[in-house]
């Protein structure tokens, strides 16, 4: 089965970087949708960036476009660059897998909605 770990958070002041990283085993599929999610106590959680694995194609929350970037690599390892970190994105990050497609007029990207079938434990970022 998919098991999901994620490594990289920590705090750091505004303004500053991290990049966390998602360590994927039992993936097998050839097309598949990754993502990052993160939650906060009392909100609900919030798809922060996806990515198919096809072709490349993203998909950015409004509130982290032009700051954030998801990435993999060829061991399948997910990415999230985060740079300009503000207060409001101190949150667990959540990384997930076997996401559902969504097909759109400009073609497939992956489904910012928590119907994701495996998750991983999360990891803390904290801005002050």
């Known amino acids: 089965h998919v098991q999901l770990v994620e490594s990289g958070g920590g705090s750091v002041q505004t303004g500053g970087s991290l990049k966390l990283s998602c360590a994927v085993s039992?993936?097998?599929?050839?097309?598949?949708?990754m993502a990052w999610f993160r939650q906060s106590p009392g909100k609900e959680r919030e798809a922060v960036a996806t990515?198919?694995?096809?072709?490349?194609?993203t998909y950015y929350a409004d509130s982290v476009k032009d700051r954030f970037i998801i990435s993999q690599d060829n061991a399948k390892t997910l990415y999230l660059q985060m740079n300009g970190l503000k207060p409001e994105d101190t949150a667990s990050y959540v990384c997930?897998?076997?996401?559902?497609?969504?097909?759109?007029?400009?073609?497939?990207?992956?489904?910012?909605?928590?119907?994701?079938?495996?998750y991983g434990q999360g990891t803390q970022v904290t801005v002050s």
């Open positions: 997930a897998a076997q996401g559902p497609f969504v097909n759109s007029p400009r073609g497939v990207y992956c489904t910012p909605d928590p119907q994701y079938g495996t």
């Open positions: 039992g993936l097998t599929s050839s097309h598949y949708c």
């Open positions: 990515i198919y694995n096809g072709d490349g194609r």
